[in-house]
């Protein structure tokens, strides 16, 4: 054998033994990866974020609290189990009422708590139309058709919006709300706080797994990496991508860009290996034994609960092909 052909299999059986290695750690740490709170859980995490802006962290989804003299805005209600917990940290955090509640999509763990909310208002300051809740107008499409059994008619936004965007003041904050039209559903918002600089995303970002996108509800991956780039381009790091505008994600811990950064170059490097695999005629299967995802289940990956990295690859598999 030349030297040349002993460099190669050496070589060869370094980089096999260095993926067995990162395969082993990789389900090692994914073994002990904590477990968030359950989609059906009362539980629930009150943390500052900064500025004026509040995060109360429900099994269903995270909530920013944006707190003022001229009253709250929320941004998501949460999992119906966690509402009155949700409305007890509201109260904790401050004297006065909500004036809005702003859905960042139609799926029931965002919305499920919107009447929770929605009835500390008395009855006497409500006019008959309850409070305003503000979501887009895709929304009610999917409400009317996907979600008319699940999502009763009282928890549904109430102040919808067509277009790209609609602008709201309070408290001399600036909130704007932003359509990102094909990334979780066709419905998804994005809440940016000016002022206190705290940008909100929904599952459009959720920091705790890998993307959940619903091609039968108007969402593509394609629109969730679309989606990301624009949290990046509206974030500005105060130093090394840390600090300056912090994000509330849909699950998970705050964030800030470099989060977001390193989110969306691993959706985008999965994408790019499955699609390449599927130029080559690769079935699902062997798609799936060839791990294109990893380096990063460690990180986002989950065997089991409702979202698992195989029902992921799946996803993308089939958005792809």
Same mark, same amino acid.
């Given at each position: 054998?030349?030297?040349?052909?002993?460099?190669?299999?050496?070589?060869?059986?370094?980089?096999?033994?260095?993926?067995?290695?990162?395969?082993?750690?990789?389900?090692?740490?994914?073994?002990?990866?904590?477990?968030?709170?359950?989609?059906?859980?009362?539980?629930?995490?009150?943390?500052?974020?900064?500025?004026?802006?509040?995060?109360?962290?429900?099994?269903?989804?995270?909530?920013? !609290? &944006? *707190?003022?003299?001229?009253?709250?805005? +929320?941004?998501?209600? /949460?999992? $119906?189990?966690?509402?009155?917990?949700?409305?007890?940290?509201?109260?904790?955090?401050?004297?006065?009422?909500?004036?809005?509640?702003?859905?960042?999509?139609?799926?029931?763990?965002?919305?499920?708590?919107?009447?929770?909310?929605?009835?500390?208002?008395?009855?006497?300051?409500?006019?008959?139309?309850?409070?305003?809740?503000?979501?887009?107008?895709?929304?009610?499409?999917?409400?009317?058709?996907?979600?008319?059994?699940?999502?009763?008619?009282?928890?549904?936004?109430?102040?919808?919006?067509?277009?790209?965007?609609?602008?709201?003041?309070?408290?001399?904050?600036?909130?704007?709300?932003?359509?990102?039209?094909?990334?979780?559903?066709?419905?998804? !918002? &994005? *809440?940016?706080?000016?002022?206190?600089? +705290?940008?909100?995303? /929904?599952? $459009?970002?959720?920091?705790?797994?890998?993307?959940?996108?619903?091609?039968?509800?108007?969402?593509?991956?394609?629109?969730?990496?679309?989606?990301l780039n624009r949290i990046i381009e509206i974030t500005v790091p105060e130093f090394n991508q840390q600090g300056g505008t912090l994000v509330i994600p849909g699950h998970g811990r705050i964030a800030s860009e470099s989060d977001v950064v390193e989110y969306r170059d691993?959706?985008?490097?999965?994408?790019?290996?499955?699609?390449?695999?599927?130029?080559?005629?690769?079935?699902?299967?062997?798609?799936?034994?060839?791990?294109?995802?990893?380096?990063?289940?460690?990180?986002?990956?989950?065997?089991?609960?409702?979202?698992?990295?195989?029902?992921?690859?799946?996803?993308?598999?089939?958005?792809?092909?």
């Open positions: 054998m030349s030297i040349l052909n002993k460099i190669k299999q050496r070589n060869l059986v370094s980089n096999i033994a260095i993926l067995i290695l990162i395969s082993t750690l990789t389900d090692l740490v994914l073994a002990q990866k904590p477990e968030p709170l359950a989609a059906n859980s009362a539980e629930i995490e009150v943390l500052p974020v900064q500025g004026n802006l509040y995060m109360i962290g429900t099994g269903g989804s995270n909530i920013a !609290v &944006m *707190v003022g003299e001229l009253g709250l805005v +929320v941004v998501d209600s /949460g999992n $119906i189990e966690a509402s009155d917990n949700v409305v007890d940290a509201i109260r904790s955090l401050s004297p006065l009422l909500p004036r809005y509640i702003i859905n960042t999509a139609v799926l029931p763990g965002h919305l499920s708590g919107n009447s929770a909310i929605g009835a500390m208002l008395p009855p006497d300051t409500r006019g008959g139309f309850g409070m305003s809740v503000i979501g887009h107008a895709n929304g009610l499409t999917l409400l009317a058709t996907e979600f008319v059994e699940e999502v009763p008619f009282e928890l549904w936004p109430n102040n919808t919006f067509f277009g790209e965007s609609k602008d709201l003041n309070l408290n001399g904050e600036a909130i704007l709300i932003e359509h990102q039209p094909e990334a979780v559903t066709q419905s998804d !918002v &994005m *809440v940016y706080f000016r002022q206190s600089d +705290v940008l909100v995303t /929904g599952d $459009i970002f959720d920091i705790s797994s890998y993307p959940h996108f619903y091609p039968e509800l108007g969402g593509s991956l394609q629109g969730m990496i679309d989606a691993m959706l985008t490097i999965i994408r790019d290996r499955v699609r390449l695999m599927i130029n080559d005629g690769k079935t699902f299967d062997e798609v799936l034994a060839a791990r294109p995802s990893l380096e990063y289940d460690g990180i986002y990956g989950a065997g089991s609960r409702n979202w698992t990295t195989h029902m992921f690859l799946e996803a993308v598999y089939d958005d792809l092909r």
